[in-house]
Nanobody, 123 residues
């Protein structure tokens, strides 16, 4: 198990910024690829951004490219999601996830999940 705890969600006006953090209480954190997913009411869970174990490679959904940035600090067992220029359509529960195997970028490819943090963007 890899306990993951998200923080940093909240209510923000459109155009504003939030920074999500995900702390892993595991010294093997650097062996996991990490991802941020989100799920809005009535919609499927979707990948927002992902980062490799070393942080040298990242992936972004088209809807957030140029606005969101994923980063990790392996010394602190933490992954971040900086969200700028937020839009009402970014409103969702955001989940941190970890993957310890080679695979795709769908929810089923990630083994471990945090409890989620609510992000609400008002217009």
């Amino acid at each position: 198990q890899v306990p993951l705890v998200e923080s940093g969600g909240g209510l923000v006006q459109a155009g504003g910024s939030l920074r999500l953090s995900c702390a892993a209480s595991r010294r093997t954190f650097s062996t996991y690829a990490m991802g941020w997913f989100r799920q809005a009411p009535g919609k499927e869970r979707e990948l927002v951004a992902a980062i490799t174990r070393t942080g040298t490679s990242t992936y972004y959904a088209d809807s957030v490219k140029g606005r969101f940035t994923i980063a990790r600090d392996n010394a602190k067992n933490t992954v971040f999601l900086q969200m700028n220029s937020l839009k009402p359509e970014d409103t969702a529960v955001y989940y941190c996830a970890a993957r310890d195997k080679i695979g795709g970028l769908g929810p089923a490819d990630f083994n471990y999940w945090g409890q989620g943090t609510q992000v609400t963007v008002s217009s």
